[in-house]
């Protein structure tokens, strides 16, 4: 009921859902994802392929998505999400 479409005036808006990130928590992501070190020959060095003008990551090769599902995705939402989603986004990357 909370997601549904809601009427205001001429126009229908979309609620925001539970894992929407506002600009400040894109901020505080990329910058955890920005401040990593992996050792050499784990993955690309992944604060290059993140843009901090954008909020983006950029050019990910098959090999750094895995790295950042298995391992890094689950320290950088930490503190950002609320434990529910937390709690999902952990299983699903654990899971893959």
């Excluded at 050792?39 to 790295?67: A, E, F, P, R, T």
Aim: with cysteine; net charge positive.
């Amino acid at each position: 009921m909370e997601l549904q479409p809601r009427p205001h005036g001429k126009r229908t808006y979309l609620p925001l859902t539970c894992h929407t990130l506002s600009k400040f928590e894109k901020l505080c992501f990329c910058g955890c994802l920005r401040g990593v070190k992996v050792q050499q020959g784990y993955s690309s060095d992944i604060n290059n392929l993140v843009s901090m003008q954008d909020l983006k990551l950029m050019s990910l090769k098959s090999h750094d998505c895995y790295v950042l599902m298995q391992d890094l995705v689950q320290v950088a939402i930490r503190e950002i999400l609320p434990i529910n989603v937390r709690q999902v986004i952990t299983s699903l990357c654990i899971f893959f």
